[in-house]
Antibody, heavy 122, light 110 residues
């Protein structure tokens, strides 16, 4: 059974940092791309960051570029999101998601974790 | 990239059919046949319903179907059931490793 379990959320002051982790199990981790998708309370989904199978190709949304960094450790079956210079508008549930590819492009999030809540407030 | 445009809400009666639209641009929905749809219940993680515009993953009922014309994708739900009451999101690949989501549609089954 595929499982994605996020951790590392919490309350942080504006300008602070957090590192989120996602522990994957039930599948061959390095066969898949991975991503972070966030959802502010009561709001819609927003793609944050993505990586290919080995971390050699990554991308970030304009809203977080230069502040957030996605990485992965295939030996530990883990995905990470380093979040620096946090802002109140970064407050959200952060989900990790498995990414499947079609024709060499990432196309679909086929499994999701339950998410970890990040609250940025003074 | 700007969010894809979805209606905020739709409603229907049990047994009826409804359609949810998702409008993007020539840089996302119009450019790639990589539109996916997700169902989300309150407090739960999203679940994929449709991949690559019209492909149903294993285990998803054939009451859900997807299509695309130009810059607009659509999710159709036939034979509405009370359990279909949820939020629905479209998503398009946007090039590189990027994606763009729609704002979400709340489906109410009356």
């Amino acid at each position: 059974e595929v499982q994605l379990v996020e951790s590392g959320g919490g309350v942080v002051r504006p300008g602070g940092s957090l590192r989120l982790s996602c522990a994957a199990s039930g599948f061959t981790f390095d066969d898949y791309g991975m991503a972070w998708v966030r959802q502010a309370p009561g709001k819609g989904l927003e793609w944050v960051s993505g990586t290919n199978w080995n971390g050699g190709r990554t991308g970030h949304a304009d809203s977080v570029r230069g502040r957030f960094t996605i990485s992965r450790d295939n030996a530990k079956n883990s995905l990470y999101l380093q979040m620096d210079s946090l802002r109140p508008e970064d407050t959200a549930f952060y989900h990790c998601a498995r990414v499947i590819y079609s024709y060499g492009n990432p196309t679909t999030f086929d499994f999701w974790g339950q998410g970890t809540l990040v609250t940025v407030s003074s | 990239q700007s969010a894809l445009t979805q209606p905020a809400s739709v409603s229907g009666s049990p047994g009826q059919s409804i359609t949810i639209s998702c409008t993007g641009t020539s840089s996302d929905v119009g450019r790639y046949n990589f539109v996916s749809w997700y169902q989300q219940y309150p407090g739960k993680a999203p679940k994929v319903l449709i991949a690559d515009v019209s492909k149903r993953p294993s285990g998803v009922t054939n009451r859900f179907s997807g299509s695309k014309s130009g810059n607009t994708a659509s999710l159709a739900i036939s034979g509405l059931q009370l359990e279909d009451e949820a939020d629905y999101y479209c998503c398009s690949y946007g090039g590189g490793t990027s994606f763009v989501f729609g704002g979400g549609t709340r489906l109410t089954v009356l």
